[in-house]
C-alpha cells in the first residue's frame, strides 16, 4: 500500500455490531463455551466412518448437496428419523428434517422466518446467551420466565399470555429449551410439557422447542419431546450434534411443518450445510451413537462432580447450585454482593473464564450474583484449580467467599 | 395429529420469499448449478487427508472453531496465504484471511456489512445469479456496465460513475468477477484492473472481487488479482474451493482489511464454520493443490470442446458464443426469437436443465436470448445427448435451429 487507506466507514450502514476484536486464544481455565471433552471425541470411528463413506460416496461432493436437495444428506436425515423416534418419540420423516450449520443457523432460520422488529416473544427467563442476543439484535421484545427446578412455571407462562392477549399482543412464539435447560440444566417435567401445549393452542402461539443438549442426560431418560406430545403440529423441533459428537462440526436439525420448513428452505440460501460432515457424522452413527453416549455422559457426569466438589470446598456455602440431571454446565448462585459482570474482567485477568448471569438472563438484576460454568471441556485438574482462582479473585473483589470456606466440605450433588 | 393444524401463516411476517417447492431430483441433462465433475473428485487423496488429520488433530473437534478462533483453521489460511501469493500475487497472511461457508455466506457478510435497502452498487452487466438474487432482496439498486471478450469495459464504467456522481449517489460497491467471469467466461485485463482501480479510488467507491472461478484457467495463467493490485486496501476479495476440488465442501474465503474483517467477523454468528471440511481441505491441499488443479482443468476442458462441438452440430450458426479461457459454463447467444425464459421450462420438460439469461443479467433484454450452460457435471455422452434434446425443444418452440443446421460442421474455439 502507498496510497492512504481507503476508508470503509463512511460506507457503513446504521446498526452494525461493534467492530469484533482479534482473537488472543483460549483462556488457562476455560468455563465458557459450549465445547466439549477432547478425550471423548470418537476420533477412531470417525476415522473409519470418514474412509468408509468417503471410498463410497466421494464423488458425490462434485454436486451441491450431494444430490440429495437442499434438505441435506438423507442418510443423516434417515437416522435423525429413527433416533428422534427412538429416544424423543417424535414421528417424523427424512422429508420432515431439515440439515443445517449448528443449530445457529437453526436460530437465525426460525427467527428469520418468523419475525419483524417490534415483535414479541416468550422465552425462558434464564436463557442461552447465543438466543438472548439474536432477539436482542433483531429488535424483539422478551417476556422472560421464572423457572424451577422442574423446568419453565406454567403459572407466570399462563399469567404471560393472559396479560398478553389483554394488551392485544400476539407473541410469535414461546421459546423454551425444556430438556436440560440452558443455563439452569433443568428438566421440564412431562405435565408442564402437556400444560404448554395446551397454553400454545388456547393463545394460538407456536412452541420454538430447542433440544441441543437433551442427549446429554445423566440416566438416558429423555422425556417426550414437546414437538412429540403436540395434537396439532404447532411446534418447531431444532437439535445439533454438536453437544453429541463435537460442535466444531457445524451440524444441527431442524423439524418443522412443510409449511414452516418450506419457508425456511427459501431463506436458506447457502446451497446446502457441508456435506462431508454431514457424510461422516451419518456413518459413524448410525452403528455408534447409541454406545458412545452413554460413555460421554458418564465421563461429563465426573467432571460435574468434580465442578461441584470444587466449588463446595473453594466457596462453601457462598456457591448455590442444584446438580443438573444433564449437560455440561452447572448455573451458580453467589452472594448478592457479588457482581458476577465485575467478576468477570477480575477472572479473566487471573486466567479463568465464566459467564457472567446477566448475559444469560432477560431479567438482569435476578441473575446478577449467578453465573454459568461449563465442566466438559477442561480436565478433573483444570476445573479444581480453575474453581480455586475464581474463589481467589472472588474473595479479593467482593470478600466473598470467606477463609473458612477452604476447610469446609459439604457433598451436595 | 388430532386437532386442527396450527396455522403459522398469521405469524409470518412481510416480504418472506415464496415457500420453496418440494426437492425433486436432478434432471437427466442438467446443464446448471455450479457441480463439477465426479470423476475429477481427489477421493482417494481426501480419505488419506481425512485419516491423517484426524489422527493428529481430531481431538480439537471437542472446541469450536478448533480453538483456532473464530477467523477458521489456521493450517487452511495459511496454505491460501502461500496459494493466494504464488496464483494471484495477493501479498497477505493469515489473519487477513476469514474462512467461511461457501462463497455465498461472503456474499452475505459483505453485503450485511455495507449494504442497507435504498443503496446502489455497480455490478458486471451479466453476472452470478446468486449475487443479483441477494441485492434483489435486500432493496439495493443495480447500475449494470457491459463487458466485452476482456471483461467490464472500463468507458461504461467510468461513465456509469460519472453520471451517479452528477446525481450524487455514492456507489456501496463496484462487483466485479474478473477473473472468468459469470457467465461470460472472460478474464479482465491486467490494464483494465488497474483502470479500475483508478476509479475506484477516484471516486472512493470500494471493490468487491469475487475470485472464486480463478483456478480453472486452461493456461494456468491467472492474472493478478485486484486485491493484489490495490495500492490503498479498497478491495474485498472472496475466492473457493467449490470450483477447484469440490462444491459440496462448503468452504470459501475472505480477504479483506481488518476494518472490514473485523466488522464481518461480528456479523458471522455461527461459531465457525465446519471444521472438519476445513481440516481435510488444508490436509489435501498442502501437498497436492498444485497438480490437482491442472489435471482438473485438463478434464474440463475436453468437456467444454464437446459441448461446443455439439452446439455446432446441433444449433449451426444459430448458437453464437466465445469460447471461455477457464471455468465450468458457456455463455450462448440464440437467434433474437427465441425467449430463453420460455425454452427454460419447455427443456426442463424435456429432461434438459438450463439457465435463462434473464436470471444472469441486469439487462433482461439483453439477455433475452442468451442461456448458459454449465459442462463440468454432465458427462461427455450427456452433453452430445442433452444438447441434441434442446435444439429439438428449441426448433419445436421456436423455429430455429433449422434442419439444415444438423449437417453444419464448424469449429470454433
Known sequence: ?????FDFAPLLPAGLPAPAARWTGLTKYSFVGGN???????VDGLIDA????????????????????PQGYRPLREFLSAKLKRDAAIDCTADDILMVSGSLQALDL????????????????????????????????????????????????????????????????????PTVQNPTGTIMLQARRAELLRLSEAYGVPIFEDDCYADL??????????????????????????????????????????????RMLALKTDAGSGALEQMVLAEYCVPHFTTH??????????????????????????????????GIFLWVKLPDNVDTLKLYPAALAAGVAINPGPEWSTDKSHAG??????????????????????????????GVPERIANVERRART
Request: with cysteine; hydrophobic share 40%.
Open 369 to 398: 450474583s449467578r453465573l454459568r460454568l461449563c465442566f466438559a471441556s477442561p480436565s478433573h485438574q483444570q476445573i479444581r484449580e480453575g474453581v480455586a482462582v475464581l474463589a481467589d479473585v472472588c474473595r479479593r473483589e467482593f
Open 217 to 262: 442426560i445423566w440416566d438416558g431418560k429423555r422425556p417426550p419431546a414437546i414437538y412429540a406430545m403436540s395434537s396439532n403440529g404447532s411446534v418447531i423441533h431444532i437439535g445439533s450434534f454438536s453437544k453429541s459428537i463435537a460442535p466444531a462440526l457445524r451440524v444441527g436439525f431442524i423439524v418443522a411443518p412443510w409449511e414452516m420448513l418450506s
Open 36 to 42: 466439549n471433552d477432547p478425550e471423548q471425541v470418537p
Open 110 to 177: 426460525v427467527n428469520a422466518t418468523l419475525l419483524a422488529r417490534g415483535d414479541t416473544v416468550i422465552i425462558e427467563r434464564d436463557s442461552y446467551q447465543g438466543s438472548l442476543n439474536r432477539l436482542n439484535r433483531l429488535g424483539v421484545n422478551m417476556v422472560g420466565i421464572p423457572l424451577d427446578q422442574d423446568g419453565m412455571r406454567m403459572d407466570a407462562l399462563a399469567a404471560a399470555l393472559a396479560d398478553l392477549d389483554r394488551r392485544g399482543i400476539t407473541p410469535k412464539y414461546i421459546y423454551t429449551i
Open 293 to 326: 453416549v452413554p460413555k460421554l455422559t458418564r465421563g461429563l457426569r465426573a467432571k460435574l462432580d468434580t465442578l461441584m466438589e470444587a466449588l463446595n470446598e473453594q466457596f462453601g456455602t457462598s456457591a448455590e447450585f442444584e446438580a443438573p440431571k444433564g
Open 50 to 69: 470418514a474412509s468408509a463413506v468417503l471410498r463410497r460416496e466421494g464423488k458425490a461432493l462434485a454436486t451441491y448437496g450431494l444430490a440429495h436437495g
Open 1 to 5: 500500500m502507498t496510497s492512504a487507506p
